[in-house]
């Protein structure tokens, strides 16, 4: 089947209140790049949005440096929880779990819940779904977000969330991060898709409910799509994923859409950042925090947010 558009290509990693440190940033990029140059290989040999936002996802989530996945954070009772959404713009089915434990790829079981009538399953339904599937029971700790957890426990659990990058050149950043992966795909057919994935904040109460399995956090229509990152209370709030794509799906550009929304978001005080592509190609990308942790494929060359800290809320190429 021949290609009809230029495939594009967004995938974040997170945002965080600082990147400094060289060695951190050379290696977050590498990740990063890395994501974005095997996943836009299938796309432009012809795999749909859906299943590049799957792969993107799931080689994110298997990458220790991002909370999600191996390398999530630890809840306040020392237990990861992961939660994971799909939606597929061109069937605007979303699906997703919320607080799973013991599986190696949430957003797997995202996709399987895309044909299932019951398509947002909470703890106890995802773990019982993945009895069924036969899914491995998989260990997503590492000795990093251990000893995260076992610090904090010994400060008595002051901080509210844990880092957003495991890497220990990168420590500067643990004070405020806000860990998330996402991935958002326009495919050679004009179809369009997002998938987010997340540990969430670390630290958190024992049932809290992160964004990234909420269309506040990730949504896709055939306009639009887009996957954020931040503190999950801020983003449901501001219902941004939604907001974005519904302002675009009614008419407004994707630079305008992202540009009041992130308006609005920041005269809240809200802290998040979101990635974004539309129909037409457009890759967008926006922040209230400090950094971004971001690339992208505009069809010719890989470009990245990690060094954006102008001040602008919103990118745009």
């Not at 926006?286 to 990690?306: C, M, P, Q, R, W």
Request: aromatic fraction near 6%; proline fraction near 2%; include cysteine.
């Amino acid at each position: 089947m021949t290609l009809q558009v230029q495939p594009k290509l967004i995938i974040h990693g997170g945002a965080g209140s600082s990147l400094q440190g060289k060695g951190g940033l050379a290696s977050v990029r590498r990740s990063l790049h890395t994501v974005i140059q095997e996943v836009y290989s299938l796309l432009i040999t012809g795999a749909t949005a859906s299943d590049a936002v799957v792969q993107g996802c799931q080689m994110l989530e298997d990458d220790p440096r991002f909370n999600a996945g191996t390398g999530s954070v630890l809840q306040s009772d020392g237990q990861i929880r992961m939660s994971a959404s799909l939606m597929d713009g061109t069937s605007g089915r979303f699906s997703g779990v919320i607080n799973v434990a013991r599986v190696k790829n949430p957003i797997e079981m995202a996709l399987f819940l895309q044909n299932s009538p019951d398509r947002v399953l909470s703890d106890y339904g995802s773990s019982e779904l993945a009895r069924e599937l036969q899914i491995p029971t998989y260990n997503a700790l590492t000795d990093l977000r251990l000893n995260e957890w076992m610090q904090e426990r010994e400060d008595n659990f002051k901080r509210t969330m844990a880092g957003v990058v495991a890497e220990p050149e990168m420590a500067e950043m643990s004070n405020a991060g806000r860990g998330t992966i996402g991935v958002v795909a326009l495919d050679g057919y004009g179809q369009l898709a997002a998938g987010t994935s997340t540990g969430g904040k670390g630290f958190e109460r024992i049932g809290r409910v992160s964004d990234s399995a909420m269309p506040a956090g990730n949504y896709a229509t055939q306009y639009a799509g887009v996957s954020c990152t931040g503190i999950g209370e801020d983003i449901i709030d501001e219902c941004l994923a939604a907001k974005i794509v519904i302002r675009v799906s009614d008419g407004m550009s994707l630079k305008e859409a992202m540009l009041r929304s992130f308006t609005e978001a920041s005269k809240n005080e809200r802290d998040l950042g979101a990635i974004a592509l539309d129909a037409t190609g457009a890759i967008s990308y926006g922040k209230t925090s400090e950094v971004l942790l971001a690339a992208y494929h505009n069809g010719d060359t890989i470009g990245d947010t990690l060094e954006w800290n102008d001040g602008e809320l919103i990118g745009y190429c």
